[in-house]
């Protein structure tokens, strides 16, 4: 099917329909794939989800010759050249763990020109041999996927990433250059076209919101329940529950397994082998669950996760929003649910606090308190991920966020939180301008005669016992609650101390009413407004395609998602095709699926329409 592009001009859109089966570009996909095709070297940020791929693999199909694309994961190249080959386009991947026969068989394909996509990992470029093949074949453009590895600022640096500019350095003709990232933080971004070296790149960043996630924050009395009665309310769709220690996904597969779940486990202490087993029983749909460490997931392209459950607040936004950014690849509404608990902040502050690097540590815990803003704040979930990527279109309220969506029950916290206010100035006065941590506020607030309070006197200033008919656990909160909400602010450090910020005296002073929502007893209420999946029509003929597709995955191999996405099946189900021309209207049926799968679909449908009876049959 490539061949045919290279020999009568196509358009990028007619690929797009015939070979990937969807009607029209998402946002920025039409303009990278002309930069491309212009010859010019392009950075593109979109977040997961958006439709990379597409972005690359039209170029490579309308360009003359070979692309070679560098990707970090060998799953990941199976499963793109898997998909590649279902829509009949030429592609193959090369591997360290291959034996050398094998990849001198794609050398061959490759030189005799069956080969349009080539997926190699950055590893291979510090073979001579290879890039003596390399610069044999004469590529046409080279595609950094993952790009962010290259950059040591960011949080998944591969070395041999830095291998690459030099070898398309020393090619005899440059190709054009194009790398890929979800990744958000601007110096980040800079530092992948300088270590890359791209020629005056065409930078595109597509905004980073996720329209179809359901994001949500839950501080609930006992996470193993929430995630037990979540995955049972849930049994039908894929999850993934991440945790921060090996202990706690140990704990939660085990209790999930015991309810009868079909759980997996994944985490660095487990052997290669398991970890292999692991993944692909919850790749192929064998496993609904995967509870794993955040060594799961890079490069993992399951589109059908329809929930990310984090056991524990994860240390930054850039590695939750990557995390839970694997929910509804398929653009299908997916949630993701942090699930809270103050214990994650200590977690999380002695990890920062390993570092030896001074500055490492500062920025570890400026990132970890944009987290714990996230997980505190009254106001939306979505605005508040969209302003820390510095993101141009971000709104106060969405549609799609615990915070902005959920009547949630709000208590009104501005006589309080005047108190903690003032308590945090009369502790700074008393001790000339020392601060302390929320602990110590917490202590003094609640009256309490331990030691160190009595010993700096803090008993015998005004704010000592104002709340003292409060838990400690409540004060806490609405403490968190202020900071997230910007009255006032944690300072860096291992024992981080309190202090005003610029929105403190003007409350004081104000007569400005604050509200807090209410954590308690939320869990169960949200739960059932945010279940927003399971709205698919005819649902008993989506099951049937869904065994279908299971059966017809097994027998070529591959994961069912590459069969048909979940979206697709769906629109199916909506559409009811009865001929091979309504089957390509479908969204992602093109000629190749069309000609390989069609008729079993086909059939399928035509037999559930036949069960239904006479209904279906003449007209829709
Ligand atoms: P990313 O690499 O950005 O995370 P993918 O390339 O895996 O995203 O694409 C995510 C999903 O969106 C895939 O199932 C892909 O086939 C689908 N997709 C991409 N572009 C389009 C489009 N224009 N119309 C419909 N679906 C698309």
Redesign the pocket.
């Known amino acids: 099917m490539a061949k045919k592009y290279e020999k009568k001009p196509a358009t990028s859109l007619a690929v797009?329909k015939d070979v990937?089966g969807?009607d029209?570009?998402?946002r920025g996909?039409e303009e990278i794939i002309s930069n491309i095709l212009s010859g010019r070297d392009t950075l593109a940020i979109?977040p997961?989800?958006?439709?990379?791929?597409?972005c690359y693999q039209i170029p490579a199909i309308l360009s003359p010759g070979v692309t070679v694309i560098l990707s970090p994961l060998i799953s990941l190249m199976k499963d793109q050249v898997d998909a590649l080959k279902q829509n009949g386009v030429p592609a193959a991947s090369i591997n360290s763990s291959m034996p050398w026969e094998d990849v001198v068989l794609i050398f061959r394909q490759v030189r005799a020109g069956k080969v349009k996509l080539l997926y190699i990992a950055p590893e291979r470029l510090e073979s001579e041999g290879f890039r003596a093949f390399f610069s044999e074949i004469g590529v046409t453009l080279v595609i950094v996927d993952e790009a962010h590895c290259v950059s040591q600022w960011g949080h998944d640096f591969r070395p041999a990433y830095l291998g690459i500019a030099p070898v398309i350095a020393s090619l005899a003709r440059r190709p054009v250059v194009a790398a890929f990232t979800?990744t958000a933080t601007p110096e980040v971004r800079d530092d992948i076209a300088v270590q890359l070296r791209l020629r005056d790149p065409f930078t595109i960043t597509t905004g980073f919101d996720r329209e179809n996630l359901f994001f949500q924050v839950e501080h609930p009395a006992s996470k193993m329940k929430y995630v037990e009665k979540h995955v049972e309310k849930h049994t039908d769709s894929a999850g993934i529950v991440y945790c921060a220690t090996r202990r706690d996904v140990e704990g939660v597969c085990a209790r999930l397994r015991e309810k009868g779940v079909k759980a997996v486990r994944y985490h660095a202490g487990l052997s290669d082998l398991e970890r292999k087993r692991s993944q692909e029983d919850f790749i192929y749909d064998r496993a609904n669950v995967i509870v794993a460490t955040n060594a799961f997931g890079m490069g993992i392209?399951k589109?059908n996760v329809r929930y990310v459950l984090h056991y524990n607040m994860p240390g930054s936004m850039d590695a939750y929003y990557q995390e839970a950014g694997r929910a509804g690849?398929?653009?299908l509404p997916a949630e993701c649910i942090l699930l809270f608990g103050t214990r994650d902040i200590i977690t999380a502050r002695f990890f920062i606090a390993q570092s030896e690097d001074e500055e490492t540590k500062k920025s570890g815990y400026r990132k970890l308190q944009v987290m714990v803003d996230y997980c505190n704040t009254a106001s939306c979930l979505r605005s508040h991920i969209l302003r820390y990527f510095e993101d141009e279109n971000v709104s106060d309220t969405c549609t799609a966020c615990g915070n902005c969506t959920v009547a949630a029950e709000r208590v009104d916290v501005t006589v309080e939180a005047k108190k903690i206010l003032s308590c945090v100035f009369r502790m700074a006065e008393h001790t000339n301008d020392r601060k302390y941590g929320s602990a110590m506020l917490v202590d003094v607030l609640r009256g309490s005669r331990r030691a160190q309070v009595i010993s700096l006197g803090f008993d015998k200033i005004s704010t000592w016992g104002l709340l003292k008919e409060y838990e400690a656990d409540q004060v806490r909160e609405i403490v968190n609650f202020l900071i997230a909400e910007g009255y006032l602010q944690m300072e860096d450090g291992e024992f981080p101390v309190l202090s005003f910020t610029g929105r403190s005296i003007p409350f004081l002073r104000s007569g400005a009413v604050l509200m807090m929502r209410k954590y308690e007893g939320k869990s169960e209420k949200k739960l059932k407004t945010s279940k927003q999946h399971g709205e698919v029509e005819h649902s008993e003929l989506f099951e049937k395609l869904r065994a279908l597709r299971m059966d017809l995955a097994k027998e070529d191999g591959v994961p069912p998602y590459v069969v048909f996405?979940d979206r697709t099946l769906i629109a199916m189900c909506a559409q009811l095709p009865s001929d091979e021309d309504e089957m390509l209207e479908v969204?992602g049926v093109g000629a190749q699926k069309l000609e390989k799968y069609g008729e079993a679909f086909l059939d399928a449908i035509a037999e559930w329409k036949e069960e239904q009876g006479t209904f279906f049959t003449d007209e829709k």
Not at 48 to 54: D, E, F, L, Y
């Open positions: 797009l990937f969807y029209s570009f998402r996909q979109m997961t989800g958006a439709g990379k791929s597409i979800a392209d589109s690849r398929d653009g996405s969204s």
